[in-house]
């Protein structure tokens, strides 16, 4: 007969007390502060009593100046509370300030880094700095004053970024200097502003390094991502974009030649450079040295450019006029009427077309051919051209 005083074996395993353990454990373990342990037994009948506080000044001065300095540790590194509610918060703030050490200072230091748009950690940060030695955090001299003017004003973080781009250095040894951590939130936001304000000016790519930059405009959300490169595209000539951002550009947004969908947001004044860039990267993988030389400074007025490899040959269109390379050397340059082209040439200019099918001097809409003669031929070409871009096709 079975004994009914023998109970069937039980194991409590406490899940969700463990879980917390071990996520206040990570968070403190290298901190010089309370132990998890001690944190866990005081933390939850701290913010009882917080928040069982009349909403008075005086009464919360009075019960911050009877706590102890690992009660004031704990209140500092358990921001922002996310579960209570906002009477409860200004009441730790004020406490917070009431108490403070440079622990606090620390502790919300470390909180800006990872919630840097949180208004009560930047207020306490100002009221940091206004009240520290010039030893906190162990800044520069004048690093610290700029910080202490900065979280006086309001947009804090835009001004950070505006301070830290200006000095013109790497800034990966600027967030050193400035104690801010590469792989925080706020090093996140600050190099957005940071390209927004300075991928316009010539010094920022050369100083930052394209890999890093490339880098950093990758993971950028697409919106924001075009409003940077507008910037960018629209301070600088196409001549001058660099390679490897304008490579990942293509690849984020597409070439514009054929799909539109994705530069709906930019400009059309943007978007010709870079089509100016495109063409100018073709042409020089089409010509030699000298030809792809002298055709770079009209880039700019080319609407259009078809290329074909076999045989070599690219169109440049002008508007109103197309102009044909060969990519053998020892070929003339044959001009023709852009609308004569269109309709006669241009369905011919296919894959394996025969090169004297597109060299035709008697039709109605030819207009000149012309030699690259050696040293003389580009100020010729350079006399023709100008009569040309302007209209002039009977120049004789």
Not at 236 to 262: C, G, V
Request: aromatic residues 14%; proline residues 4%.
């Amino acid at each position: 007969m079975p004994n009914p005083y023998v109970f069937p074996s039980f194991n409590f395993y406490p899940k969700r007390l463990n879980e917390e353990s071990q996520r206040i454990y990570q968070k403190y373990k290298d901190a010089d502060i309370a132990t998890p342990k001690q944190i866990m037994r005081k933390l939850p009948d701290l913010l009882d009593k917080i928040r069982k506080l009349k909403n008075d000044q005086e009464i919360i001065i009075n019960f911050a100046n009877k706590l102890k300095p690992i009660d004031i540790n704990i209140l500092s590194s358990e921001y922002p509370y996310e579960s209570e509610d906002e009477v409860t918060v200004k009441k730790i703030i004020l406490i917070l300030n009431v108490k403070y050490t440079r622990v606090v200072g620390k502790r919300f230091w470390s909180h800006f880094q990872h919630i840097p748009d949180d208004q009560e950690v930047q207020n306490m940060l100002g009221y940091c700095f206004n009240n520290e030695s010039d030893d906190f955090l162990a800044l520069k001299q004048k690093v610290r004053q700029v910080y202490t003017n900065i979280f006086n004003h309001e947009k804090v973080i835009l001004n950070i970024a505006i301070a830290v781009g200006a000095i013109k250095q790497p800034l990966l040894e600027t967030f050193a200097d400035w104690r801010i951590d590469q792989e925080s939130r706020l090093a996140e936001k600050l190099w957005s502003y940071i390209l927004f304000r300075y991928m316009r000016e010539s010094w920022f790519i050369t100083t930052q390094g394209a890999d890093l930059i490339e880098e950093k405009l990758e993971y950028m959300p697409l919106s924001f991502y075009k409003q940077v490169m507008e910037q960018y595209l629209s301070a600088n000539n196409f001549d001058d974009y660099n390679d490897q951002i304008m490579k990942q550009l293509i690849s984020r947004l597409r070439d514009p030649r054929e799909d539109k969908t994705q530069w709906h947001d930019m400009k059309e004044t943007t978007i010709s450079s870079v089509i100016s860039w495109l063409h100018k990267h073709e042409l020089f993988e089409f010509l030699d040295y000298d030809r792809f030389d002298y055709w770079k400074k009209y880039l700019r007025y080319i609407s259009k450019l078809e290329v074909i490899e076999s045989p070599p040959v690219a169109a440049m269109y002008f508007d109103e006029f197309v102009v044909l390379e060969f990519g053998e050397i020892g070929n003339a340059v044959y001009f023709y009427e852009t609308a004569g082209f269109d309709k006669h040439i241009a369905p011919k200019l296919i894959s394996k077309v025969y090169e004297s099918t597109l060299k035709d001097p008697d039709a109605h809409f030819f207009i000149r051919k012309l030699s690259h003669t050696k040293g003389t031929w580009h100020s010729r070409f350079d006399r023709y051209m100008t009569n040309y871009l302007n209209g002039n096709f009977n120049i004789r």
